[in-house]
């Protein structure tokens, strides 16, 4: 299997891909190639051109929500499939090379997602240096390590821990973010397939668009989950792209396709809302199984659905019914005449 990540190798997105490889069955793990890109669209193209297998991206971390970047990519390909999910703990270093000190930095570069986790210890300890923008973390190292001395003074990259030690770099400054303990979650993605068995403790994650031009159509769209006693563990508002005030909503609900619960809702989006996306079911990291009410677990919408199947097979069938047709011009025409 190939699997695609934001390189070079010691970015969060490598952690999590390591993390990921972990814990997966052995039959993804047999052979491994890890296939380092400089962007998500791009490995998502390679990913749906099948020259990678898998990708994993960043899709929400804990101080900023969601990642728009994965979101609307996810959004926009109907043939992908996220399988699992991974958090990594991130926690940011300022690295230089060894003859730099903090006073000369003039230029700070970085991944965006970490320029938004550091920007108040930046703005506090290194006023006068401008941020730039690097493809990732690991690669503002990287970078920084291969630049001749000229080129590298003043200059610090922003980067994990393992990225300033993997590219020799030195260590200005330690956990630098502004919000200490603060997590990445990560989304592995196929092309469409398998969707992973329910576990009892998954998530379940779409794209809807709400049904036009209607009062309340957000909350009616919501009501599908809270009657079906399902819990939503992220919503997020992404334009659609083709003119002001069109939505789509990326949802992660919990439980699995398999959870009647789960179907029902899903069944009464897909007769409101003009699109849903299904985007995959797939076991939650923090094996965290919810506990659906007993109205709401999966026999007890299993005895309804016998209740009215029983029901059912108990009506007259059309063809019984004397005078009676299947509402054909015929049935219609049986009908007595009215009075004069
Ligand atoms: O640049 C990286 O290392 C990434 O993997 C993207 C990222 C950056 C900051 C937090 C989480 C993910």
Known sequence: MRYGFLGPETTFTHQALLQALEVMPREFTDTVEQVPFAAVATATTDLLAGEI??????????????????????????????????????????????????????VVSSHPHAQAQVQGWLRENVPGANVATASSTAAAARDLASMSSEEAHGRAAVCSPLAAAHFGLTVLAEQIEDNSGAQTRFVLVTREGRIPARTGADKTTLVVQLPHNRSGALLETLEMFSSNGVNLSRIESRPIGDFLGRYSFSIDAEGHIEDRRVAASLRALHRICPV?????????????????????????????????????????????????????????????????
């Open 276 to 340: 849903v996306h299904f985007l995959g079911s797939y076991p939650r990291i923090d094996g965290q199984a919810p506990e659906p009410r007993e109205e709401f677990a999966d026999a007890t919408y299993d005895q309804a659905h016998a209740w009215i199947e029983k029901l059912t097979a108990m009506v007259t069938p059309a063809s019984e019914v004397e005078g009676a047709g299947t509402g054909s011009p015929a049935a219609v025409d049986a009908r007595p005449e009215p009075d004069a």
């Open 53 to 106: 297998d898998a990708l994993i991206a960043p899709i929400e971390n804990s101080v900023e929500g969601g990642v728009s970047g994965t979101l609307d990519v996810l959004a926009a390909t109907d043939s992908i499939t996220i399988v699992a999910e991974q958090i990594v703990q991130v926690t940011f270093v300022l690295a230089a090379r060894a003859e730099t000190a903090l006073d000369d930095l003039r």
